[in-house]
């Protein structure tokens, strides 16, 4: 069993559609960002290629190549955990963590995690997602952005 922890932040922007989870979350604001900005996949994406020891986000998916402009956070995912399961891993589990006051995501959750289960094909059940907020401490508190946390835990497949 190998485990990998993935963090991402994002700052709140106008006219930019806030995607968290793979899910259009409504809100005049969304995450600025070479992709989507989906802080929650992409700490997700994190988690496991770090318990595959395959890297990171960036290394598979740099910020400076144009062809990751706007690309849809599931996708990334879906491509990295690929590269996962080449290397041997299945997940076992993964927990998410939104960090932010809002938005709200306890009626999105179960969407959010479909749609990140569906990235990576695997049963809903495995993947977790849920929120917390700072207390209206630091840049998450005051609403200039959002954060996320995630862990994942692999096994031989």
């Given amino acids: 069993m190998r485990v990998g922890l993935g963090t991402d932040a994002h700052a709140l922007v106008d006219g930019v559609p806030l995607v968290l ?56 995912l879906a491509r990295a955990y690929a590269q996962v399961r080449q290397a041997g891993w299945e997940l076992a589990n993964a927990d998410c963590v939104l960090v932010g006051e809002e938005p709200r995501i306890a009626p999105l959750r179960g969407a959010m995690r479909a749609r990140l289960a569906e990235a990576m094909g695997v049963e809903p059940g495995l993947v977790n997602v849920r929120a917390t907020t700072t207390d209206k401490l630091g840049f998450t508190g005051r609403g200039e952005g959002l954060a996320a946390l995630a862990v994942a835990l692999l096994r031989p497949a």
């Fill in 21 to 76: 989870g793979g899910v259009e979350v409504e809100s005049e604001r969304g995450l600025a960002g070479h992709s989507d900005g989906d802080v929650i996949s992409h700490a997700l994406i994190d988690a496991v290629l770090g318990a595959a020891g395959l890297g990171d986000i960036g290394s598979l998916f740099p910020s400076d190549a144009a062809e990751w402009e706007g690309a849809s956070s599931l996708d990334l």
